[in-house]
Structure formats: structure tokens, C-alpha cells
């Protein structure tokens, strides 16, 4: 089991900057990958960005060159740098870890996180 705990969202205008913080705790010698999605009100949950053990990354095309995902493999905490928002970024966003135990892959998901840019 792991356990992710979000944090780092908020209101801000189009043009500014957060950070979100995601930490793992638990069984996190098993996760593999890490990341965030996001969800809008109305729309299905989708894929912003992935970063792997050994430090690939990998972003949806609407945020490349604004938004930067990074860990701490000491916090056991992985960030997402967003600079330069725009209000269609506005969604809950969820961190996620894919772990791997016995060839057996599970997702776990944290709590969310509201993220509002205003126009």
C-alpha cells in the first residue's frame, strides 16, 4: 500500500506560478512511476505528466515548456513546477503511483489538489 498526500494548490492569476507537492509514504521501494493528472469540472481525468524512478519524464503537449515535474527521492516527494497558468489549466489535480510487486501493477491516487487561474 502506498499513501500520496498533495499539497500546493490554490487560486492565482493567469501568468503566475504554483507548486504543487505530492508525498509517498508506505510500501515506496514498490512504486515504479509517479505523476499528476488532472480534472476539470465536466471532463474525464487526464494525464499531465510522469516522471520514473530513474528520472524520465513526460508531458502532455498542452503543458510542455510551462510545467516541470520533478522528485526528491529523500522526501519521497514528487513536485510539479507550473509557470506561466493559463485559466484552462484550472482543474483537481491528482497525484498518482504505479508500484510493481510480484508482476503485479496497482495505481494508488492521492486526495486532489484545486488549482483555479483566473482570466
Known amino acids: 500500500q502506498v499513501q500520496l498526500v498533495e499539497s500546493g494548490g490554490g487560486l492565482v492569476q493567469a501568468g503566475g506560478s504554483l507548486r504543487l507537492s505530492c508525498a509517498a509514504s508506505g510500501s515506496i521501494n514498490s512504486i515504479r512511476i509517479m505523476g499528476w493528472y488532472r480534472q476539470a469540472p465536466g471532463k474525464q481525468r487526464v494525464l499531465v505528466a510522469t516522471?520514473?524512478?530513474?528520472?524520465?519524464?513526460n508531458y502532455v503537449d498542452s503543458v510542455k515548456g510551462r510545467f516541470t515535474i520533478s522528485r526528491d527521492n529523500a522526501k519521497n516527494t514528487v513536485y510539479l513546477q507550473m509557470n506561466s497558468l493559463k485559466p484552462e489549466d484550472t482543474a483537481v489535480y491528482y497525484c498518482?503511483?504505479?508500484?510493481?510487486?510480484?508482476?503485479?501493477?496497482?495505481?494508488?491516487w492521492g486526495q486532489g489538489t484545486q488549482v483555479t487561474v483566473s482570466s
Open positions: 516522471i520514473t524512478n530513474g528520472g524520465s519524464t
Open positions: 498518482i503511483a504505479e508500484t510493481i510487486v510480484s508482476l503485479t501493477c496497482n495505481n494508488y
